[in-house]
């Protein structure tokens, strides 16, 4: 049988334009730049310059991102100049794998960036291209990722840094038109929660959701949570039939019968 074979041409997309900025911020973090240094931005753009390069991109798609990302560039150094009490910035932090209760399962996992206040405080910061997960998803625990690194960083998983209190938990949007938007995940709707208490949460829900689905007869399911009704995208959908139980419905249940 003839395999699909991979198109010569294809456009980069969200998904590449997210990694290939998470990689610029992720060495100019780990450059030890001052971002109040006179020649910071001059700095970022030329690891911005080299991280291009590398990604061998269409002439078209960087002469359309190059300039967004100039105008990100600029905007980003005036973000880390308006942050006060930064004690020491740790790009791509791994935490190590850690026993989530009584479980049997471990969590390890990376934060895009955790930055060292003092008072043995941290900020766990995560870049966002994209509109996903959103602020109110974040808080509720439907994406429980940033709380779930204040937990493990509470609990000295990220062993570089030793057991640290989390002070906030903010995803930092880096918009198409060069916008940095920080945008703590703490306060939804006049409802705002303590970064420790919301780690300590998620770490609870975590463990008990564990325990459930550690029972023999408790089911996988492919949606246990869709966002939307019509949401029929899950990895494992085709496993379990959505499509298939989801055709007809009521209307024909009432057009088969009397």
């Keep these: 049988f003839l395999q699909?074979?991979?198109?010569?041409?294809r456009d980069p997309g969200a998904a590449e334009r997210g990694t290939l900025f998470h990689e610029i911020l992720h060495r100019f973090s780990m450059s030890g730049v001052d971002p109040h240094a006179d020649d910071a931005l001059h700095r970022l753009v030329d690891i911005g310059r080299s991280c291009f390069a590398e990604a061998v991109l269409p002439e078209d798609v960087v002469a359309v991102w190059w300039p967004r990302f100039e105008k990100l560039a600029a905007n980003v150094i005036l973000w880390e100049r308006g942050r006060s009490g930064v004690r020491s910035r740790h790009a791509e932090a791994r935490a190590e794998k850690l026993a989530v209760g009584d479980s049997g399962v471990t969590l390890s996992g990376y934060a895009d960036r955790i930055d060292v206040m003092g008072e043995n405080l941290a900020d766990i910061l995560d870049y966002k291209t994209g509109s996903s997960p959103s602020r109110g998803q974040a808080h509720t625990l439907l994406s429980p990722q940033l709380a779930l690194e204040g937990a493990l960083l509470k609990r000295g998983a990220f062993r570089e840094l030793g057991p640290l209190d989390p002070a906030d938990l903010a995803f930092i949007r880096l918009k198409a038109n060069g916008e940095?938007?920080?945008?703590?995940?703490?306060?939804?709707?006049?409802?705002?929660?303590?970064?420790?208490?919301?780690?300590?949460?998620?770490?609870?829900?975590?463990?008990?959701?564990?325990?459930?689905?550690?029972?023999?007869?408790?089911?996988?399911?492919?949606?246990?949570?869709?966002?939307r009704e019509n949401d029929v995208d899950g990895d494992y959908d085709h496993l379990a039939r959505v499509l298939e139980w989801s055709a007809g419905g009521e209307a024909d249940d009432e057009a088969g019968g009397e």
Aim: a neutral charge; charged letters at 25%; proline letters at 9%.
């Design 4 to 9: 699909p074979v991979e198109p010569l041409l």
């Design 180 to 227: 940095v938007l920080p945008e703590s995940i703490l306060e939804f709707n006049r409802q705002v929660k303590l970064a420790g208490d919301l780690s300590e949460e998620a770490w609870a829900r975590l463990e008990k959701l564990l325990l459930h689905y550690r029972h023999p007869r408790t089911g996988y399911l492919s949606r246990a949570l869709p966002f």
